[in-house]
């Protein structure tokens, strides 16, 4: 619900506010979704390290009483390690998951999720084929599920698109198309991240459209908007700065990096609010449960 009203801020204060609560008062099972909640908060804006945290907390909760909650909350801090950027640690953590989510009956969808999370890391690497068997891995588990489906198409065209192959890439963002509008999948969604404007930005860049190029990369830049999210923002701000530098806008080019470096000192300035030393964070939750 908070995703679709757009509004990080009011999930930051409930999740806080239940989480209080529930320390207090119990039952304890019920801080567990308060810290995946707070998690998903501090994901968007960016802080994998207070995201990575709580998704822990409500990981260490389920293990007491749901194991399909505990394997999801593994699988998700696998992709929050990956998108950080520490492969190690994304694939200990998915060695983890799989197992887990595999003994699941509901955790095919899950599972889709998990190779689709590690796809953008293998594609940095340069590793295309370890890539291209995860994407067939996950469309293989996200077929019965349209939402899932649909980000398992357009993560399979991002293998191609990496490698400069447009016409072999078009099939798949068509298809992820077709399905997440079936689906009205949302850019920013419980099944993860659907970046179809920015897949097509990258098709009609690499096939030298450049005007419907530019048309999708500010599609896809209003979108990170509309969501708040600034994984997305600072993404989109440096396309878009990148992309006008390419095509001889430099005025456009630096309007952009300079939004981008405005968000970027603005979301450090932030994590200086949440830079507290551990100890300190537990002893209030010491004292708080006395």
């Not at 995703?3 to 567990?32: C, F, I, M, Q, S």
């Not at 994998?48 to 699988?75: G, M, R």
């Not at 995860?134 to 357009?154: E, F, Q, T, V």
């Not at 969501?227 to 701000?237: A, D, I």
Request: charged share 25%; glycine share 4%; hydrophobic share 30%.
């Amino acid at each position: 619900l908070f995703n679709k009203l757009n509004d990080p801020e009011g999930r930051l204060k409930y999740y806080t506010e239940k989480l209080a609560y529930y320390k207090v008062n119990g039952p304890v099972e019920n801080t567990a979704p308060c810290y995946h909640g707070l998690a998903g908060y501090y994901s968007y804006k960016n802080d994998f390290n207070s995201a990575i945290s709580n998704y822990l907390k409500a990981a260490s909760v389920y293990k007491k009483f749901d194991p399909f909650y505990y394997a999801n909350e593994i699988a998700v801090i696998s992709t929050l390690y990956a998108d950080w950027g520490n492969y190690k640690k994304a694939k200990e953590y998915f060695n983890m998951a799989l197992p887990l989510l595999k003994s699941q009956k509901d955790g095919r969808s899950s599972q889709a999720y998990l190779y689709d999370a590690l796809i953008p890391m293998s594609i940095k690497n340069g590793n295309y084929k370890e890539a291209e068997l995860y994407a067939k891995r996950s469309l293989k588990n996200s077929a019965p599920d349209p939402p899932a489906y649909a980000i398992s198409l357009l993560n399979y065209a991002s293998i191609y698109l990496s490698q400069k192959k447009p016409a072999l890439a078009y099939p798949y963002l068509l298809k992820a198309k077709h399905v997440g509008d079936s689906a009205q999948l949302e850019f920013v969604s419980t099944y993860g991240d659907f970046e179809e404007d920015f897949g097509f930005y990258q098709y009609y860049k690499q096939t030298k459209n450049y005007q419907l190029a530019e048309q999708y990369l500010l599609r896809a830049y209003t979108e990170a908007q509309k969501s708040k999210t600034n994984k997305y923002l600072l993404k989109y701000l440096k396309e878009l700065s990148d992309y006008y530098g390419e095509t001889n806008r430099l005025d456009l080019s630096r309007k952009y990096i300079l939004d981008y470096f405005k968000l970027d000192e603005s979301i450090q300035n932030q994590e200086n609010n949440f830079k507290v030393a551990q100890y300190e964070t537990e002893q209030k939750e010491l004292e708080q449960n006395s």
